[in-house]
């Protein structure tokens, strides 16, 4: 049994009860309705062309029997298709659940080369079909299997030849349904990468609206959408046409079978091998090898789909983290603030070049450290590795003397506070958005960490205070606001080391102002590396670096930097110019 096959069947284990339940339910449903038939055969042959008087009590008898079947079929096809379903819903959830969960443990670099849109396909529309080929995939099978197989066995003991020649058309329905179960598989993958596409754009779109809409460029984004959706058309034009025919051709086989059935049997009556109840009955079971069939053409389809879609949820799920936890990793704790960055190189992948080239800097615990620099000199990228957001291509940065390739990410990540130019909030009250911070976090607390950041005022003047809905990414606030929140949310962690992200280059000079008395006052005590193009705002660093193309250039204060006449001299004589 291949990896994936396993792992397929893995998502039954929690509820093999109401599967086994369900699958019993299914095996008596379909004797069942092998019973009828029959019972409709005896009472043609034995009751009505006896020639004798009828009994009205066996007519009593035979009317209860058919009652109780009729009520045990209603209860079995009721659990089928009401808890069979639910079982489905739960394994959806199941696999949802994985899949998000493994969404968490990728690293930027994942998400660097990835459509939010796409993601968002895999998660939601990809395991709809999945419900349906859980639940009805083994009922179809258990279902027809036993209702063409007693069928057969049933109509066998009634007349053999007919039977031989009805079955010989069998195979041939097999071979057409094999090759065009290949043809709609491979068009249903391509319908899920469309949709996939589809939702990208829709994402892109909508996230960017404000831009649109001050360019004027609702006509283009329209366009840009049609164009997406023409092409989902030409590939769910392309999924029809091979459905189209696969249903066709199904159809005009199970009419043959009524055709050779009718004809057939009418021969066998005319030299007297067969009788009426005999044809009677074989035209009942015409039902019971048709439904059967017509389910196992529907189960192909949610076959096809299910397992396209599986297979796109395993893609995802089988790219290995690049970034997880050595083995022996131990708990970050009691941090000081040092770090250490020895011989570090650093590139995207092995063929982009290195944005870092031994890199050496010694942090003290409670320095104030400002990188400027050139863009792309890889200023940003280098406060990335402290938390590992992205991995070392070479070299090793330490926390207080511990590689942070050799302690947990959690705990890692819990000691580094990060805010950045742009600000995301999440959609919902200002409460909960500052409370992100450390979520067991009393109000008392929250509020305390919001007077730190000099948010509470404007929180307050607010009509619902902290329980005010920011809406999505806290359009609903300024610049300078969302900036507030995102600091108070880092007062809130605590942590013992800060990178500040051009976390003022964004506001007006007056929101920069209070935005930037935020962040001295939670820089306070804390090892800080501060990423600025706004010179004026780190001149008071400790320690300045200034960041080029083979690495580090300079190091030194603002005053010793303006007097060596470098690099920093450079770009702040031209930012001032």
């Not at 092409?231 to 025919?245: A, Q, V």
């Not at 030299?271 to 109840?277: K, L, S, V």
């Not at 005022?457 to 329980?467: K, P, Q, S, T």
Request: aromatic fraction near 12%.
């Amino acid at each position: 049994m291949s990896k994936r096959m396993k792992k397929f069947l893995s998502y039954y284990k929690p509820y093999k009860k109401i599967f086994f339940t369900d699958m019993f339910c299914a095996f008596v449903a379909s004797a069942v309705t092998l019973v009828f038939p029959l019972m409709t055969r005896y009472v043609a042959n034995d009751v009505l062309g006896s020639g004798g008087s009828i009994e009205m009590d066996a007519i009593a008898v035979f009317a209860g029997v058919f009652l109780v079947l009729v009520i045990i079929e209603y209860v079995c096809n009721y659990y089928v298709a009401y808890r069979g379903h639910v079982m489905g819903a739960f394994m959806e959830a199941d696999m949802r659940n994985e899949l998000f969960q493994h969404y968490q443990k990728l690293s930027f670099s994942f998400y660097d080369d990835q459509k939010v849109g796409q993601l968002m396909t895999r998660l939601t529309n990809d395991l709809f079909s999945l419900t349906e080929l859980y639940h009805h995939g083994p009922e179809d099978i258990v279902i027809s299997f036993i209702r063409i197989v007693g069928a057969f066995a049933i109509l066998l003991a009634i007349h053999v030849p007919l039977t031989l020649i009805m079955f010989a058309l069998i195979p041939f329905m097999i071979i057409f349904a094999i090759y065009y179960n290949k043809q709609m598989k491979r068009a249903f993958k391509a319908n899920r990468q469309k949709i996939g596409d589809i939702n990208a754009r829709i994402e892109d779109s909508l996230s960017g609206i404000r831009v649109v809409k001050s360019f004027a460029n609702e006509e283009a984004e329209m366009n840009r959408f049609s164009h997406e959706n023409s092409l989902w058309i030409d590939t769910k034009r392309n999924s029809y046409h091979k459905m189209g025919r696969f249903h066709a051709g199904i159809g005009a086989f199970i009419s043959m079978l009524s055709v050779i059935i009718i004809i057939g049997g009418a021969y066998f009556i005319s030299i007297g091998e067969m009788n009426a109840g005999d044809l009677i009955a074989y035209l009942l079971y015409i039902s019971n090898l048709t439904d059967p069939i017509k389910r196992l053409i529907n189960f192909t389809e949610t076959f096809q789909d299910g397992v396209s879609g599986f297979e796109r949820f395993m893609e995802l799920l089988e790219i290995h983290p690049d970034i997880e936890d050595a083995p022996n990793a131990i708990e970050l704790k009691d941090v000081k603030g040092n770090v250490d960055f020895e011989h570090v190189y650093f590139r995207y992948n092995e063929k982009s070049d290195y944005v870092l080239r031994d890199v050496n800097l010694q942090v003290q615990a409670g320095e104030y450290i400002a990188l400027v620099g050139q863009s792309g000199a890889g200023k940003t990228t280098m406060c990335s590795l402290i938390p590992r957001f992205y991995e070392l291509s070479d070299g090793v940065i330490r926390i207080d003397g511990i590689s942070n390739r050799d302690v947990t990410l959690s705990s890692l990540r819990n000691h580094i506070g990060v805010v950045q130019q742009d600000v995301y909030l999440f959609a919902g009250t200002i409460m909960d958005n500052i409370a992100y911070g450390n979520p067991n976090a009393s109000e008392e607390d929250i509020i305390r960490a919001a007077k730190q950041a000099n948010a509470h005022d404007f929180i307050v003047e607010l009509e619902d205070g902290y329980d005010t809905d920011i809406g999505s990414r806290g359009v609903k606030l300024s610049g300078g606001q969302k900036q507030r929140i995102s600091i108070a949310r880092v007062f809130l962690k605590n942590p013992s080391i800060l990178i500040f992200d051009e976390a003022t280059s964004a506001l007006d000079n007056e929101s920069e102002k209070v935005v930037q008395e935020s962040l001295e006052q939670l820089a306070k005590n804390r090892t800080t590396f501060v990423i600025a193009h706004r010179l004026t705002t780190i001149k008071n660093a400790q320690r300045i670096v200034v960041l080029g193309e083979s690495g580090i250039d300079e190091v030194g204060s603002h005053d010793e930097l303006l007097a060596k006449n470098g690099e920093y001299a450079k770009l702040y004589e031209m930012q001032f110019r």
